[in-house]
């Protein structure tokens, strides 16, 4: 891929996730967001948010790359002739939106058919965007820019480990999951996508989960290889079309993961 | 009290968390966070930046209020003349700090014998201060200024409940949390004393915990209950020695979360 293509999808990544911003940020922690189970018809706004800012990232993408396939949370999916694939999330993690943490995210990313090679992580309340790819690993946000590169951590016993939900997944994922945290020194939750960009920004060393989508995964994937870290699934396999996610630091951190979960998840 | 002496305190309050701002932010997300074991065979990290900053704080005080009394978790307590005490945690949620998440605060309160009277929530990674007490109820963030107003949930389930760890103190804590939070619609879990901010901006309605000291809890008290809501601790008795608390958006809420913890907890 030539650089000019390579500018043109950075840019183009930049503007989508510009244009989401005043989308999510005009709904979050608004009054009257969490409700669940509506009736047919009904007004949902996260639903309403989420979309408003799905259709103006696929605004910025059909005018800028109208040959490339988008694949979104929220609208059919549009085909391409590019051999290049948009694949997006408005806002991942809305539990977290419509509980007012700033923890839910923008996910960005473009891929060939091998897999991602460029994404962005935007928390637009907190005003931080999180790119990886194309040889760039970088953080910007309110103080200032900074360059993401993961931990060296080298054991469990060292690790701080991260996922979304006590309960990820079933059950058999779940006792998988507390084997390998019991090992860790640290275990915190909640963190919706925040999770993958605070291990790209080496402040953490492992984040669990299962159950994603492609469009949860191909952004953060980006990222943390971006910034040395490692993504699989819980073989060791591809991640990038979602299911059962181990991300780690580091190829040491990855393997010693990668034992305990591989294990436990067969049982 | 007079209306001097209330903006005495509040100001003094603010230039209390102004002057910590630099010192926990200095080395938050900073490479090889210096930790050490407090002992008791918990993981319980602390950080210079902790002292560092209760000492700023104790410094602003000392000039601005020498006869008030001091508490706070890191330094030793100093008495004082004026029947005031000042409760402070310069750095409360400190896993959170280490794990790199904005969920993390500086905890500055006064109170008179009674009780606290005044008190800040402040996150100076996001910007976020929020102020409860004198009539005040205000969020001074990124995004500008807001007052703060808990919901009107009333019934459990419709309601978003917080606590840190899914662990929540004791395994009889622990049980009565979670037949608590089996009857509510939503459990985030991870988010420090950022939980009762949320609770005070609107956007949860039950913040669950055990095991606090009274530089936890006594400014999200003041927050809180500025916002029109209630803290006490487990049976309805007063929460801001700390131990076990129960934040609720409303009365009504209050009560039905603490049937069931009153119940759950004399098991």
């Given amino acids: 891929?030539?650089?000019?293509?390579?500018?043109?999808?950075?840019?183009?990544?930049?503007?989508?996730?510009?244009?989401?911003?005043?989308?999510?940020?005009?709904?979050?922690?608004?009054?009257?967001?969490?409700?669940?189970?509506?009736?047919?018809?009904?007004?949902?706004?996260?639903?309403?948010?989420?979309?408003?800012?799905?259709?103006?990232?696929?605004?910025?993408?059909?005018?800028?790359?109208?040959?490339?396939?988008?694949?979104?949370?929220?609208?059919?999916?549009?085909?391409?002739?590019?051999?290049?694939?948009?694949?997006?999330?408005?806002?991942?993690?809305?539990?977290?939106?419509?509980?007012?943490?700033?923890?839910?995210?923008?996910?960005?990313?473009?891929?060939?058919a091998e897999g991602p090679i460029f994404g962005l992580i935007d928390q637009p309340y907190i005003g931080e965007r999180f790119a990886g790819g194309f040889g760039i690993a970088r953080l910007d946000g309110p103080h200032g820019a900074r360059a993401l590169r993961c931990r060296t951590t080298a054991t469990l016993a060292e690790a701080t480990i991260l996922t979304t939900f006590p309960e990820v997944g079933t059950s058999v994922e779940g006792a998988a999951f507390h084997a390998l945290a019991q090992r860790c020194r640290l275990t915190r939750y909640g963190m919706d996508c925040y999770s993958y960009a605070l291990l790209a920004l080496g402040q953490v060393d492992l984040v669990v989960e299962a159950g994603l989508n492609a469009y949860d995964i191909q952004a953060p994937i980006c990222v943390i290889e971006a910034a040395g870290g490692i993504v699989t699934d819980w073989r060791g396999g591809p991640a990038h079309q979602g299911g059962r996610v181990l991300a780690a630091a580091n190829a040491q951190i990855h393997a010693a993961a990668l034992g305990v979960l591989r294990d436990c998840a067969d049982g």
Avoid: C, N
Wanted: hydrophobic share 40%; charged share 25%.
């Fill in 1 to 112: 891929m030539d650089d000019a293509l390579k500018e043109t999808l950075i840019a183009t990544a930049h503007r989508a996730a510009d244009a989401a911003r005043p989308l999510t940020l005009a709904s979050f922690r608004q009054a009257d967001l969490a409700t669940e189970d509506k009736g047919q018809g009904a007004f949902d706004p996260v639903t309403q948010a989420d979309r408003d800012a799905e259709t103006a990232i696929r605004a910025v993408l059909a005018t800028a790359r109208p040959d490339d396939a988008i694949l979104g949370e929220e609208l059919a999916d549009s085909g391409g002739s590019s051999g290049l694939i948009w694949v997006i999330d408005p806002i991942d993690g809305t539990r977290g939106y419509i509980s007012g943490t700033p923890t839910w995210g923008t996910l960005i990313s473009v891929a060939e």
